[in-house]
């Protein structure tokens, strides 16, 4: 099998699964319970809290468990419009965000917020000047992805902290799920920051917000005011510390794995883009190492999704959940990408444990399925 679907979701660590396996096996108490068996749990949980902190360069109490990206984006999101909105009701955002920030967006402004959208270059990255030009005095929230999931572009996500950094207003959010662990970011100027834990071989069910410690945030989840008062309901103890290890494990080696990546990026652009009627979508330049879009022409991504398939190679159309709705990918839309190209597009996105041997097999397949279609074509 070739697995070339990691942005969908990766394959957790074996040491991530066994730390789940041992935590919920011999620490299941509950970590708010009085007794000792809870207080050590609580310490296990804190623990990891500890050392995500210390991985990102953060303080403890700036960590918020989560279930995920999009939980995390929510609570980034709608925490802080509810929480300013006497300061203001005007919120910045891009039109190539994933649906758990494009959707909360769009809820926000039917509950009386107004949002900017930001276009994007054909590369995929918005502009400083519109971002400026977007700023108002009730501007709240800027909410911007760092690694966009369909297309790999990176958006100018230091440049974004250091303009908003000059005022007090607006906070920066920064939804990191595709980059964590892929591309360093400096956390000193960002407000807010989304992690998940199944992007990054960790479990499916666990999350990180990152909140800067003067940021107030509005709960969304009600009850017994767990993790900080901004998530309530018991732990995932175990989950998370399989989280920790699995940040951890991911950023060890961090130059090298990155290199390897991008290594393997390469090759595979440089031979796609051989092949008869392939467009790639992809800037190597302006994009993270780990994902590569491309559509053949006259051919529907799904159908060579399922062609790779049948040889155990998997991959997605642009994105899993836009595969599913069988929508037009929205980033190649805002990227101006001919619809009939956009409906074509397929993403390959890679993992450290993906291998060169891997890539040349891949080649090989593809190969044979094109030639195969042109044929029939013919
Ligand atoms: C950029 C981006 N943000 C958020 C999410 C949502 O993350 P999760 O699946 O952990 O909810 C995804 C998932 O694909 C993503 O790619």
Same mark, same amino acid.
């Given at each position: 099998m070739i697995y070339f679907d990691n942005s969908a979701t990766t394959k957790p660590y074996a040491a991530a699964l066994e730390t789940y396996t041992k935590v919920a096996s011999h620490y299941f108490a509950n970590p708010s319970s009085l007794h000792k068996f809870g207080q050590k749990v609580r310490e296990l949980h804190e623990e990891a809290r500890k050392q995500i902190a210390t991985l990102m360069s953060?303080?403890? #109490? #700036?960590i918020i468990f989560t279930s995920g990206g999009t939980e995390s984006n929510n609570l980034a999101i709608k925490g802080i419009a509810h929480a300013y909105q006497n300061r203001g009701k005007h919120l910045i955002t891009t039109q190539v965000e994933h649906p758990s920030v494009k959707n909360v967006m769009q809820e926000l402004e039917q509950n009386g917020f107004s949002v900017t959208y930001l276009p994007v270059t054909e590369t995929g990255q918005i502009r400083l000047e519109d971002l400026k030009k977007a700023l108002r005095k009730d501007t709240i929230l800027v909410s911007i992805m760092h690694? *966009? *999931? #369909?297309?790999g572009a990176v958006q100018p996500i230091q440049e974004v902290a250091d303009l908003l950094a000059e005022t007090e207003m607006p906070l920066f959010h920064v939804d990191n799920v595709q980059g964590f662990a892929k591309m360093e970011l400096d956390l000193v100027k960002i407000d807010a920051m989304s992690i998940s834990g199944h992007k990054l071989h960790g479990l499916r069910g666990t999350g990180v917000l990152y909140k800067k410690n003067k940021l107030n945030l509005q709960p969304e989840m009600l009850g017994g005011g767990q993790e900080l008062g901004l998530r309530s309901g018991t732990e995932n103890t175990a989950g998370i510390v399989a989280l920790a290890k699995a940040m951890r494990l991911s950023l060890e080696d961090f130059q090298k794995k990155v290199s390897n990546l991008t290594n393997l990026r390469d090759f595979l652009l440089a031979e796609i883009s051989k092949l008869d009627g392939v467009t790639i979508h992809t800037d190597a330049a302006s994009s993270a190492p780990q994902i590569i879009c491309f559509s053949v022409k006259k051919q529907r991504g799904e159908v060579l999704v399922h062609a790779l398939e049948e040889k155990e190679v998997f991959v997605s159309t642009t994105s899993a959940c836009s595969s599913r709705a069988k929508l037009e990918s929205s980033t190649l839309h805002a990227m101006k990408v001919p619809e009939n190209q956009a409906t074509g597009a397929i993403r390959l996105s890679l993992s450290y444990e993906n291998t060169s041997y891997e890539a040349e097999q891949f080649i090989g397949i593809l190969k044979d399925i094109l030639q195969k279609i042109n044929e029939v074509v013919k």
């Amino acid at each position: 099998m070739i697995y070339f679907d990691n942005s969908a979701t990766t394959k957790p660590y074996a040491a991530a699964l066994e730390t789940y396996t041992k935590v919920a096996s011999h620490y299941f108490a509950n970590p708010s319970s009085l007794h000792k068996f809870g207080q050590k749990v609580r310490e296990l949980h804190e623990e990891a809290r500890k050392q995500i902190a210390t991985l990102m360069s953060a303080r403890t #109490e #700036e960590i918020i468990f989560t279930s995920g990206g999009t939980e995390s984006n929510n609570l980034a999101i709608k925490g802080i419009a509810h929480a300013y909105q006497n300061r203001g009701k005007h919120l910045i955002t891009t039109q190539v965000e994933h649906p758990s920030v494009k959707n909360v967006m769009q809820e926000l402004e039917q509950n009386g917020f107004s949002v900017t959208y930001l276009p994007v270059t054909e590369t995929g990255q918005i502009r400083l000047e519109d971002l400026k030009k977007a700023l108002r005095k009730d501007t709240i929230l800027v909410s911007i992805m760092h690694v *966009n *999931n #369909e297309v790999g572009a990176v958006q100018p996500i230091q440049e974004v902290a250091d303009l908003l950094a000059e005022t007090e207003m607006p906070l920066f959010h920064v939804d990191n799920v595709q980059g964590f662990a892929k591309m360093e970011l400096d956390l000193v100027k960002i407000d807010a920051m989304s992690i998940s834990g199944h992007k990054l071989h960790g479990l499916r069910g666990t999350g990180v917000l990152y909140k800067k410690n003067k940021l107030n945030l509005q709960p969304e989840m009600l009850g017994g005011g767990q993790e900080l008062g901004l998530r309530s309901g018991t732990e995932n103890t175990a989950g998370i510390v399989a989280l920790a290890k699995a940040m951890r494990l991911s950023l060890e080696d961090f130059q090298k794995k990155v290199s390897n990546l991008t290594n393997l990026r390469d090759f595979l652009l440089a031979e796609i883009s051989k092949l008869d009627g392939v467009t790639i979508h992809t800037d190597a330049a302006s994009s993270a190492p780990q994902i590569i879009c491309f559509s053949v022409k006259k051919q529907r991504g799904e159908v060579l999704v399922h062609a790779l398939e049948e040889k155990e190679v998997f991959v997605s159309t642009t994105s899993a959940c836009s595969s599913r709705a069988k929508l037009e990918s929205s980033t190649l839309h805002a990227m101006k990408v001919p619809e009939n190209q956009a409906t074509g597009a397929i993403r390959l996105s890679l993992s450290y444990e993906n291998t060169s041997y891997e890539a040349e097999q891949f080649i090989g397949i593809l190969k044979d399925i094109l030639q195969k279609i042109n044929e029939v074509v013919k």
